[in-house]
């Protein structure tokens, strides 16, 4: 059976939250790694000698709860992505209504849960990012370049005041 264009889309669009969620968990994942498993979002960056480091890390569970959020969409979506292409393309089967009410339920769960995750991070690397643009040295590329995480586009771009 041939896929209409709205279920083209429809992949399209599991395939792509497939890749951006399994890229944030990752990402969240690594950074953590990269502080010895203290989360970085929310924290609070000070000098250390010639070195930035971070001073007041926020709870682990914050970093968790973003990178398994993060997970469980894209494991939801590749999940979702591989049964209809079998079960449209294989099976030539349709949906009935009780299954699509289903799956609304839950992609509405996820995308909440994105939703709260995706506000986490933003405000947690601003805040991270401030606190390393309110220190009163002078701090050179070749320090930031050397930090496990990078705020080094958002410090080394000119301000406009």
């Known amino acids: 059976m041939a896929l209409t264009w709205l279920q083209r889309v429809e ?4 395939a ?9 968990a990752a990402a969240v994942t690594r950074t953590q790694g990269s502080f010895g498993g ?5 924290g609070v960056a000070a000098l250390n000698g010639s070195s930035l480091a971070l001073s007041h890390p926020s709870a682990p569970s914050l970093c968790h709860f973003v990178s398994r959020a993060s997970g469980l969409l894209a494991l939801y979506c590749l999940l979702l992505l591989l049964f209809w292409v079998y079960s449209s393309c ?4 349709h949906r009935g209504s009780i299954g699509l009410r289903i799956a ?10 994105i939703l709260v995750s995706a506000c986490i991070l933003r405000f947690g690397t601003s ?8 220190l009163n040295h002078t701090i050179s590329p070749e320090i930031l370049m050397d930090t496990p995480w990078n705020c080094c586009a958002v410090l080394l ?5």
């Open 127 to 134: 805040s991270l990012c401030n606190s390393i643009i309110s």
């Open 16 to 24: 792509a939250a497939f890749l951006c969620g399994a890229v944030a």
């Open 90 to 93: 294989i099976e030539d089967s």
């Open 11 to 14: 992949l399209a669009l599991f």
């Open 104 to 113: 609304l339920a839950i992609s509405a769960i996820a995308i909440f849960l």
């Open 157 to 161: 771009q000119p301000t406009k005041r």
């Open 38 to 42: 203290s989360c970085p979002l929310y």
